[in-house]
């Protein structure tokens, strides 16, 4: 990845650039919007690398493909109200994302999120490029993605921008990367997204699971940027 690339990730992941939110945060939206599709997917992050700085999920990142030289990028941002904590103490949080989306032809480009723990302040991304399924209008579910840090072997992509190199290295960020797998939860997610959004309740929710995490995909993406 080269330094303007990094420059760049960095900016995304820092939250310097513009956000828009992620529907159904207040009692008065609506699950049923003329024309637009609602996507749901639950994210889980942990690192196995560096277990006391576990990523907290700040951005998704969808990519709009018009034709153009280059995609809009559309940065959703994650709030407290989707941060789903169990329990179990030790358990991390499961966040649920929502996208509300006109027509079009959309990727999923990636998870933005940071680890902290003073006087650290660690960014991570985690890749995705996995496409939006088609859909006319609806809620439809995409999948459970558990993504999990681990020490990188040889040249696979990193978890996060190399800089700022102490804070970075760390939290396993520049030194780590993600194991990525999306899982069909469907009836379990479900249950917690209607738990937590009751505008869900009654409305019919489809299901279109994600591919398989394209590893090779992610690591062409990475070198080239």
């Not at 006109?102 to 999120?113: E, N, R, V, W």
């Amino acid at each position: 990845m080269n330094l303007l690339s990094l420059a760049a990730v960095t900016v995304l992941l820092t939250g310097c650039a513009s956000t828009l939110k992620m529907p159904l945060q207040s009692g008065g939206d609506s699950a049923n919007s003329a024309g637009k599709t609602i996507y749901l997917m639950s994210v889980t992050l942990t690192n196995s690398c560096r277990d006391h700085f576990t990523p907290y999920l700040n951005t998704v990142l969808v990519t709009k493909n018009d034709g153009g030289a280059k995609p809009e990028v559309l940065t959703f941002k994650m709030d407290s109200k989707g941060a789903h904590y169990f329990d179990e103490s030790d358990a991390p949080p499961r966040f649920l994302a929502r996208f509300e989306l006109a027509p079009g032809s959309y990727s999923f480009l990636g998870l933005s999120s940071t680890a902290s723990g003073f006087p650290i302040r660690a960014n991570f991304f985690t890749p995705l490029h996995a496409a939006v399924p088609a859909a006319t209008g609806g809620v439809v579910y995409v999948g459970s993605v558990n993504a999990n840090v681990r020490e990188r072997k040889g040249n696979e992509f990193k978890a996060g921008p190399s800089i700022p190199l102490i804070d970075q290295a760390v939290a396993c960020a520049s030194s780590g990367t993600f194991d990525v797998d999306i899982k069909d939860a469907f009836e379990s997610d479900v249950a917690l997204f209607e738990e937590t959004f009751p505008q869900l309740k009654g409305v019919k929710v489809s299901k279109t699971i994600l591919p398989p995490f394209d590893r090779a995909k992610a690591q062409e993406w990475w070198e080239a940027n």
